[in-house]
């Protein structure tokens, strides 16, 4: 476009965020739809935690706080960090920004010089490419398949570095995939980084609390790597706060001083009254608040897919994390149905919102377009109608 500055004109559309709002369009004329695009919990924020934010303005708390979150803030996150992980931070190792997004930017171009290439493994969440632009970062993409889990070896992010490389970007649990680390997998790619001084990783563990397989495993608990790892989270998945704009950095103390100083610049602090609410939200009880919600989720997994194995061409695995299914639909390329022609996930993702009018997210937004995203963070009668509308549109595909 005229006048735009190449910055922007580079990055692309979140397609999650563009396909809601193609839905919430289409609802807006009347058209029924199930929107499964987005990654946000259905449920409530828990009361206790509204509550916080409630007293937190009662009290007025309405004033400048310190840009990198209240001093009681990042002492509760530290306290977080060291019950529920075993990892040890201090308050000046931690910044509270407005959502793990902007957590996320900050460390970008906090770290990353024009020409430092970042591996990124394939499926990635549709952000990490585009804010590497805007650091005039290379993003190195290395390939994973649904065969392996969606899960990146040491042998490939060996063969992937070079001397240019700076850092390496994922997540465990996995947008889109729903995949899981362990902790033997994490410490394998820990060994190769620990060779490569000036190799970084940011690790995103958002979904921490959206986990069917057990403890969550961090990157940082690898004390031999640990000074080079950033951790990202927040409150938005496991708490049920997308709407209050919560993230989390934690690591290196120099790291932090950096995003402090430029989040300064962009936003200074998150809202005070968010902060309280996150607050209180680090204290909360796993099995009292949070547990019922993974519990629902895993739940809601067991029957997508178990509703998908009567949907022939759909090839998936068992996510063990987040609320995502991410099968492969190729099959399905190359048909037909009235002036509907599938070459790509893309193509299908587009059929399936006008035919069965449910909105999914194709591969493409996360690397590759044999895929589609599922969002299984609604209720089960939707998930129900959902799977039975794309049942009944994919077999007119001939």
Known sequence: MPHLS?????ISESQTI?????????????????????????????????????????????????VSGYQELREAVCAKFKRDNKLTYLPDEIVVST???????????????????????????????ELLKLADGVPVIVETDIEADFKITPKQLEAAITPKTKMIMMSTPCNPTGSVYSKAELKALAEVIKKYEELYILSDE???????????????????????????????????????????????????????????????????????????????DFETYIKPMRDAFHKRRDLVLDLMKDIPGLKTNVPQGAFYVYPEVSSYFGKKFGKYVINNATDLTMYLLDEAHVALVPGAAFGSDNYIRFSYATNESNLKEALKRMKEALVKLQ
């Not at 709002?21 to 828990?46: C, H, M, N, W, Y």
């Not at 998150?270 to 309280?276: C, P």
């Open 6 to 10: 190449d910055r922007v004109n580079q």
């Open 18 to 66: 563009a396909m809601a709002r193609k839905s919430r369009e289409l609802k807006a004329q009347g058209v029924d739809i199930i929107s499964l695009s987005l990654g946000e919990p259905d449920f409530a924020t828990p009361q206790i935690i509204k509550d916080a934010a409630k007293k937190a303005i009662d009290e007025d708390y309405s004033y400048y706080t310190h």
């Open 99 to 129: 959502g793990a997004k902007q957590s996320i930017a900050n460390v970008i171009l906090c770290l990353i010089n024009a020409g430092d290439e970042v591996i990124i493994p394939s499926p990635y969440w549709v952000s990490y490419v």
């Open 206 to 284: 958002i979904y921490e609390h959206i986990n069917f397989v057990g403890g969550h495993e961090s990157f940082a608990q690898f004390d031999f790597i640990k000074d080079r790892v950033i951790t990202i989270n927040g409150v938005s998945k496991g708490f049920a706060m997308t709407g209050w704009r919560g993230g989390i950095m934690a690591g290196p103390k120099w790291i932090a001083q950096a995003c402090d100083k430029m989040q300064g610049q962009f936003t200074s602090a998150t809202s005070s009254i968010t902060q309280k609410a996150i607050y209180q939200a680090m204290q909360l």
